[in-house]
């Protein structure tokens, strides 16, 4: 997916660290607001808009591929693909889905089924609610 040309700003995202969650706690915020300003200001407002519509696009084929692939026999791609989400959302400043995709990939080799289902609900959520708040231009 397109997560490896798109690391997080030096400085930009580190001052939100994410935060292993053992249990998961109240949720962290839904968006850090000036991330989006800092890729702005990095690639432009074209080039911004348009990276993050393939991240829209990219993470909801990655939260069905999380939904299709049985837990037992690919933990290893699940944990994969939880790194390039995390990374991918901490871009954007989508915290509590970075959060979420943080611990599906501390955990994928030590979660249950009905952990690894709960998982992928709250991030549904959580991508749902971030979409939820994106301008419709």
């Known amino acids: 997916m397109f997560d490896a040309a798109f690391a997080p700003t030096q400085g930009a995202h580190?001052?939100?660290p994410l935060r292993e969650l053992e249990?998961?706690?109240e949720p962290e915020p839904l968006r850090e607001p000036g991330a989006f300003d800092v890729l702005v200001r990095e690639i432009g407002e074209d080039g911004a808009s348009e990276v993050r519509a393939v991240f829209w696009s990219e993470t909801r084929a990655r939260l069905e591929l999380f939904h299709a692939l049985p837990l037992g026999q690919h933990r290893g791609r699940i944990a994969r693909e939880?790194?390039?989400l995390k990374s991918t959302a901490r871009t954007f400043g989508y915290l509590r889905l970075a959060a979420l995709a943080l611990r599906l990939?501390?955990?994928a080799d030590t979660i249950d089924d009905?952990?690894?289902s709960d998982l992928l609900e709250r991030m549904d959520v959580a991508f749902a609610a971030a979409k939820a708040q994106e301008p419709q231009g």
């Open 114 to 116: 009905a952990e690894f």
């Open 105 to 107: 990939e501390s955990t």
């Open 14 to 16: 580190d001052t939100a």
């Open 82 to 84: 939880a790194h390039s």
């Open 23 to 25: 249990p998961l706690r």
